[in-house]
């Protein structure tokens, strides 16, 4: 199955929110990173942090769906995306040596 990946940055208003209001959405990320994963596609979802291991690069998901609309459906329904919390997006990765990993082996 063809592999997604979604990248994506804060935008300045959610640069602005109180810890515990950026808290309670990055929560509820989490909660929809695991509903997705329970429902069978793989899944994987962190942030980036630079050589000091100071976090602000962005985020980073990788996901398994059966097609391009298929993934950005499911990437639209990201809770960062839906309150407008962050500028995204979404590619297809194709490997160079043409094979495609099979991470549905790798559910668990």
């Known amino acids: 199955m063809p592999i997604f990946i979604k990248t994506e940055k804060f935008k300045d208003k959610t640069l602005k929110l109180s810890n515990s209001e950026r808290k309670k959405v990055l929560l509820m990320h989490k909660e929809w990173v695991k ?6 596609h793989y899944i994987h979802s962190g942030y980036l942090i630079n050589e000091k291991k100071m976090p602000g690069g962005g985020g980073l998901l990788i996901l398994e769906a059966k097609d391009f609309l298929t993934a950005k459906k499911i990437v639209e329904n990201d809770p960062m995306i ?11 990765w194709v490997s160079i040596d043409g094979s495609q990993p099979n991470f549905s082996n790798h559910l668990g």
């Open 35 to 40: 509903d997705i994963a329970k429902s069978g």
């Open 82 to 92: 839906k309150h407008e919390l962050v500028s995204w997006n979404l590619q297809e």
